[in-house]
């Protein structure tokens, strides 16, 4: 019974070792959540970011705005943004060297709330290419 338990227990800590070993940043720790003011969104970035990012607001008719945000944020960062003034189903845009992830934004038809929903997420890896000489 014990020698089950100890290595139940082994098994047990390996796995964990090996699940926090693999996890990595996702695109799941970039969110659009909704504020208690109407129109207004939330970007919670939950990964560190090196080079800054790049917030693009976008229509049917094309881009209509963006946020350059430059510097190093080694804990992420939270910013608001009032998209009142677009009125209309809309994609926003966040952009590191790393990674893009696209959400969906559509308001409510009284216009009092916003959905967020993750359309696309692209990962930028450098590829490292050995060569003979």
Do not use: C
């Not at 014990?2 to 070792?17: G, Y």
């Amino acid at each position: 019974m014990k020698l089950k338990l100890v290595t139940m227990m082994i098994a047990m800590v390996a796995f964990s070792a090996i699940k926090v070993k693999a996890q990595q940043p996702d695109e799941s720790r970039i969110k659009f959540l909704t504020t208690e003011k109407p129109s207004v969104l939330k970007l919670v970035h939950a990964l560190p970011i090196e080079d800054g990012l790049t917030v693009t607001f976008i229509t049917n008719e094309g881009v209509i705005s963006t946020d350059e945000i430059k510097g190093s944020y080694p804990k992420g960062l939270s910013k608001r943004y009032d998209v009142k003034r677009i009125g209309k189903d809309f994609w926003i845009e966040v952009s590191t060297p790393r990674l893009s992830v696209l959400y969906y934004i559509s308001p409510s038809s009284d216009g009092k709330t916003l959905t967020a929903n993750m359309e696309k997420a692209v990962h930028n890896y450098d590829v490292v290419v050995a060569s003979r000489e």
